[in-house]
């Protein structure tokens, strides 16, 4: 027995996922992304993490991830701020044979409780930006990032600066090509960066 879900941010990024999971990349439509995602601690500080929501007309690439049914547990204690949705795989095609995913493929949306824009307070760990983009990087490449970028809001959410002592529990050895992509459309974005005090 198996289970199906659909990784939309670190979930993308294969290094974060036990070794015997199964990924197929592709695009699920009618959701986008966003930071809106608060309150998760970290031993500083509440950090803003990503969610998805429901939006017509909406496309974002991402993963069909399948593995054991015996890492449910494993994964829910991960994405305990989220709730499953479940039956979205008819909104999603692969992208080789574009194909749906499993009927009872689900995806984490923020509980009610946590759903709220990333502030000074809780802001985007830049660790954690980086631990996402090397996921789609690895996927997509360039367009894969630059994709990622134009279909997540929230990007007034200010970040950060944790990249030389990461805070991400699951952070990750930067490529200095990635890295260099991911500062540039930053700042094309005029994100805020916070020092790490």
Not at 27 to 44: H, M, N, Y
Not at 115 to 133: E, K, R, T
Not at 144 to 168: C, K, M, N, S
Request: glycine content about 10%.
């Amino acid at each position: 027995m198996t289970i199906s879900y659909f990784g939309y941010g670190s979930l993308v990024n294969t290094a974060t996922l036990p070794s015997h999971t199964q990924v197929t990349p592709g695009t699920l439509t009618g959701w986008v992304r966003q930071w809106s995602i608060s309150g998760r601690e970290t031993a500083k500080r509440g950090v803003c993490s990503l969610c998805v929501v429901r939006k017509e007309g909406a496309q974002i690439r991402g993963v069909l991830a399948s593995e054991p049914r015996d890492g449910l547990a494993r994964l829910e204690q991960r994405e305990y701020m989220y709730d499953k949705v479940s039956d979205v795989g008819h909104e999603f095609r692969a992208d080789e044979k574009g194909g749906p995913g499993p009927q009872d493929m689900f995806l984490f949306q923020a509980k009610a409780a946590h759903y709220a824009w990333g502030d000074a307070a809780n802001p985007i760990l830049q660790s954690y930006v980086d631990c996402v983009l090397t996921g789609f990087h690895n996927f997509w490449g360039e367009e894969g990032v630059r994709h990622f970028f134009d279909t997540t809001e929230g990007w007034h959410v200010p970040i950060l600066a944790d990249r030389a002592a990461p805070q991400y529990p699951r952070a990750i050895v930067l490529d200095p090509h990635v890295r260099d992509l991911i500062d540039g459309c930053l700042g094309e974005l005029g994100v805020t960066y916070l020092k790490d005090a």
